[in-house]
């Protein structure tokens, strides 16, 4: 492998900082080619360390992948906003503070919500959008971690680390099991220079803005009709996390959406099929069309 692959690789790649007025935050940027800078933004907790090589290496094929770490994650600096809005002003101040004027944007989970709100405030910045198990404003049961198959995860002790990834990002069956597995073992590829892991108040700040994200105000939806950007929506089908009808939703009222389910699949199909997806991902950004391809 040459130095210049190499220095592709989340796994390699040096984690960079930069300031703006308000925050210090984090990120990493790599890859090269002719496509727009693709804007990833992370789940629940999640860090920079929580992206899968598997992912985002084949994103960086042909154009610029950027993790950012939102305020008060990891090493970025200040407090967690507990609204998605607080999450999206930051993020875009990010944007402005790296130059860029026109990107694509990933988000999952927790991210693909501070997508939604970013890409309505600032519409001119964004061309296209890929929302992954994640849910519009006013959707239902979003992150609700004290139901009973979620939470006997949560509770059990001899659950280390990554390893309640495997148990709530995948579904129980021995496939997935197993796709959980080879996923926690790539997080882990990467050895120096990693994050700190999130704490409670990481996880309660962003847990009120969940809360704040389900509440309906006025016609529900209402705010996808202003989103006219392609969207390509993609969960699994057993997602406990944020339940599939929440992107059934998203497809049914963005103007521009094409809706992926994966079966046997949970909140971490992106991760458990991540070939079928980066195959899908990248022929959706490199497509020149105006609207959703499929």
């Known amino acids: 492998m040459s130095s210049a692959a190499a220095a592709a690789s989340l796994i390699t790649t040096p984690t960079q900082f930069i300031q703006t007025t308000a925050e210090r935050y ?3 940027r790599f890859g090269s080619g002719t496509g727009l800078p693709l804007l990833l933004l992370q789940h629940f ?3 920079l360390d929580n992206w899968d090589p598997a992912v985002t290496d084949v994103l960086a094929v042909g154009r610029e992948v950027i993790l950012f770490e ?3 994650v990891g090493r970025s600096s200040g407090k967690v906003p507990q ?3 607080g999450m999206a002003a930051h993020a875009l101040a990010f ?3 790296l130059g860029l004027k026109t990107v694509d944007v990933l988000g999952f989970s927790l991210g693909g919500m501070v997508a939604q709100q970013m890409v309505l405030q600032r519409p001119s910045i964004f061309r296209k959008l890929i929302l992954a198990g994640t849910a519009p404003r006013g959707g239902e049961e979003i992150m609700h971690l004290q139901k009973p198959s979620l939470g006997k ?3 059990d002790p001899t659950l280390k680390g990554y390893e309640i990834l495997q148990k709530i990002f995948f579904t129980p069956t021995e496939a997935s099991q197993a796709a959980g597995a080879a996923f926690i073992r790539r997080l882990m590829q990467r050895q120096a220079d990693r994050e700190p892991i999130s704490g409670s108040e990481v ?3 962003q847990m009120a803005a969940f809360h704040h994200w389900e509440q309906v105000k006025g016609e529900r939806f209402a705010d996808l009709k202003a989103i006219h950007q392609p969207a390509l929506v993609v969960n699994g089908v057993f997602d406990e996390m944020i339940p599939v009808r929440n992107s059934y939703w998203l497809s049914e009222n963005l103007p521009n959406a094409v809706l992926l389910t994966y079966p046997d699949a949970g909140h971490g199909s992106i991760f458990q099929f991540h070939e079928t997806f980066t195959c899908q991902a990248s022929a959706f950004l490199d497509s020149q069309s105006s609207v959703a391809p499929y």
Do not use: E, I, K, Q
């Open 26 to 28: 984090a990120y990493r």
């Open 45 to 47: 907790t999640g860090t």
């Open 95 to 97: 944007l402005d503070a």
């Open 153 to 155: 995860h949560f509770s």
């Open 70 to 72: 939102n305020a008060g």
């Open 203 to 205: 996880a309660s700040a």
């Open 83 to 85: 609204t998605v809005d």
